[in-house]
């Protein structure tokens, strides 16, 4: 069945630095990719998406592209900031229903 | 805002008694509603989709009849958490189209 695996965490960087955290998945066919946030005491937020292969999401600074050959939708951001410390979930999704990965938590130093 | 809300956003019973959770789709009617599991500092887990005028499909592992869910409206879907025990304890979200509700945290004494 479909399912997705990301990068173990805690990953803790320092403010402004470069940003990877690697999702890979497997599938059948072409669902679509998620990333999901999560901050400290609150709920789920679409962070970007995209739903064919080679579409890049991108939002707030982040980015990730859509690997058909690589079955990967790897999230970057050139340049992190203390307020984005937190939980960070690759998704795929068919028909509305939204498979999770484990999450990778990310810590940010000033 | 809020596409999806979620009724009550926490609740705490004691265990043996029954706990009802609704999940309200704002912008959309919806023939599919999900409803999710989350553990403290774990991933979301698919329970069940709930399907509108039918029965829910439950995820390998979930038991049907712990976790009563009926959906009966295009915008309304209810999880009920049967006989709860301080093991069912969790955080529970549901999901409409790709968005998600607020949550609803769940405590068993």
């Known amino acids: 069945g479909d399912s997705v695996t990301q990068m173990e965490g805690p990953v803790t960087l320092s403010e402004e630095a470069f940003l990877t955290i690697n999702c890979t998945y497997t599938?059948?066919?072409?669902?679509?990719l998620f990333w999901y946030v999560q901050y400290p005491g609150e709920g789920l937020q679409l962070l970007l998406k995209?739903?064919?292969?080679?579409d890049k999401g991108s939002n707030k600074g982040f980015e990730a592209t859509y690997r058909k050959e690589t079955t990967s939708f790897h999230l970057e951001k050139g340049s992190v900031q203390v307020s984005d410390s937190a939980v960070y979930f690759c998704?795929?999704?068919?028909?509305?229903?939204?498979?999770f990965g484990k999450g990778t938590r990310l810590h940010i130093l000033p | 805002g809020a596409v999806v809300s979620q009724h009550p956003s926490w609740v705490i019973c004691k265990s043996g008694t029954s706990v009802k959770i609704e999940c309200r789709s704002l912008d959309f009617q919806a023939t599919t509603m999900f409803w999710y599991r989350q553990f403290p500092k774990q991933s979301l887990m698919l329970m069940a989709t709930?399907?509108?005028?039918?029965?829910?499909?439950?995820e390998q592992g979930v038991e049907k009849d712990k976790f009563l869910i009926n959906h009966a409206s295009l915008t309304l879907s209810t999880l009920t958490v049967t006989s709860a025990h301080p093991e069912d304890s969790s955080f529970y979200i549901c999901?409409?189209?790709?968005?998600f509700g607020p949550g609803t945290r769940l405590t068993v004494l």
């Open positions: 999901s409409v189209r790709g968005y």
């Open positions: 998704a795929l999704g068919r028909d509305d229903k939204i498979i």
């Open positions: 995209a739903t064919k292969a080679d």
């Open positions: 709930s399907n509108e005028g039918s029965k829910a499909t439950y």
């Open positions: 599938a059948t066919g072409y669902p679509s």
